[in-house]
């Protein structure tokens, strides 16, 4: 049964250990991109270990994967800046809220014990103290106009080792059976379908749709194992959807059964693997001889463990207090705003849709009642750059504080709204049509 279903067959430990001993590394644009997420110690320790996987030719990188990382480099590093300003943020709302709060109860006067003065001034204190812990930390946080000395370092040790891009022939004959895959759930990459599709990479001469990215991926990895007689493989990547990992009653097992079954059935490949980084750290240090701070592996694996869908519902709930805040739970179309259970009814919604490309920042949302979320969400009404309605009467209130992005109305007006009216014109008889 091995013999005829190996896929379906975790590793001995004796193909495990030629595996380790003899495999070559490829690693995913995730891998990358996590550098700038980590504190230093555990970046540094996974730069120590790819440096010298490096050294010793077993480390590649999918020209694919090097593209998305090229693409994603500078949005990380914003991302990673603008937390500073946000925990300030956060903590200048608690204490104000803390102050408000114990100015309401009146103890100065009502109590004759409860001294609030004593709390607020150690609170005060403990924050002033960590404020100036978080501008050390934010002084020495790398910009996006800064000097990227971690780019320096991938530079170095990926000097040799990517892999070349697949001509548009040959993106073409992927995007047409990423199409045959994804309907079949064919791993890996369907999990981005819904998210990516409708959106490109256009580099050089190369029209690349993004929904088939991790295809593209797979498809180098295939491609490049044939090409190099490559028997032992393993793939590190932090992507967690399932159409990487097989998964039973919520444990990670290894690699989905399809994955490797393709590999074996297609390349000289007897030998794969799968590992988060955390996994490949702790690898290291025992493989390769390669000392790893105790801590770097937990610190790894808090960012691997974050889903990209909580980052962003996290930043949905914020964004969504400010703008309710700033329209005091009123809707931008109609104005109603109404309550249940002491909670507010309106929605947060995203004018270009996050699946499309769109980011949750407030520029990219509105304040809206459920009914006309869901309108505006099914293209049923859009909205001119002079915030005037269009398929509805009126215009929308906009707050000075809220500075909407002009591209992402666009965006609505030309993929979402015209795409309905498309829709709803096929449906007509040519006397139903207007003129």
């Known amino acids: 049964m091995r013999n005829i279903f190996p896929a379906y067959y975790r590793l001995t430990k004796k193909q495990m250990d030629k595996l380790l001993d ?3 590394f490829i690693i995913d644009t995730n891998v990358l991109l996590n550098l700038y997420r980590y504190p230093k110690t555990a970046r540094e320790d996974l730069l120590r ?11 590649w990188l999918p020209h694919q994967a090097a593209l998305e990382f090229q693409r994603n480099r500078i949005t990380v590093i914003a991302e990673q800046k603008k937390r500073f300003s946000q925990v300030k943020g956060v903590i200048a709302e608690i204490q104000s809220d803390l102050n408000k709060k114990l100015d309401a109860l009146q103890l100065r006067k009502r109590h004759s014990t409860i001294d609030p003065d004593t709390l607020t001034k150690d609170v005060d204190k403990a924050f002033s103290q960590y404020m100036e812990k978080l501008e050390k930390l934010e002084k020495e946080q790398i910009d996006v106009s800064d000097d990227d000395k971690i780019l320096k370092e991938i530079d170095v040790f990926l000097a040799d080792k990517i892999g070349n891009p697949f001509s548009q022939e040959e993106l073409d004959r992927i995007f047409s059976e990423g199409e045959k895959r994804f309907k ?9 379908e ?6 490109f990479i256009f580099e050089g001469n190369l029209i690349i749709k993004r929904e ?5 991926i797979w498809k180098q990895i295939i491609k490049y194992a044939i090409e190099n007689n490559i028997e032992n493989l393993v793939f590190i990547t932090d992507d967690i959807k399932e159409d990487w990992w097989l998964e039973v009653s919520g444990k990670t097992i290894g690699p989905r059964t399809e994955l490797t079954s393709e590999l074996y059935a297609n390349t000289p490949v007897k030998h794969f693997h799968m590992y988060k980084s955390e996994q490949f750290l702790k690898f290291a240090s ?21 889903p990209i869908e909580d980052l962003n519902k996290m930043l949905i709930l914020r964004r969504g207090v ?7 739970d009123q809707c931008q179309v109609c104005g109603e705003g109404s309550y249940v259970a002491g909670r507010p009814l309106v929605e947060v919604a995203h004018i270009m849709p996050f699946s499309r490309g769109g980011k949750s920042t407030i520029n990219n949302m509105l304040c809206l009642c459920p009914n006309h979320h869901r309108m505006f969400d099914s293209g049923m009404f859009s909205i001119q750059n002079d915030f005037r309605l269009i398929g509805l009467p009126g215009e929308l209130n906009v707050h000075p504080r809220h500075l909407i992005d002009s591209f992402s109305l666009k ?8 795409e309905v009216l498309l829709s709803e014109s096929k449906n007509l008889s040519d006397d139903d049509i207007p003129f």
């Open 194 to 199: 819904k998210d990516k599709k409708g959106t």
């Open 184 to 192: 079949n759930k064919q791993p890996p990459g369907f999990g981005d």
């Open 411 to 418: 965006f609505h007006r030309d993929y979402i709204f015209k």
């Open 49 to 59: 270990i790819l440096n010298r996987l490096s050294e010793l030719n077993r480390l």
């Open 212 to 216: 088939f990215g991790d295809l593209i």
């Open 286 to 306: 025992r493989q390769l001889g390669i000392e790893v701070d105790n801590n770097s592996v937990e610190q790894v694996k808090v960012v691997t463990d974050m």
């Open 322 to 328: 400010e703008l309710r805040r700033i329209y005091k």
């Open 22 to 24: 003899e495999c070559v």
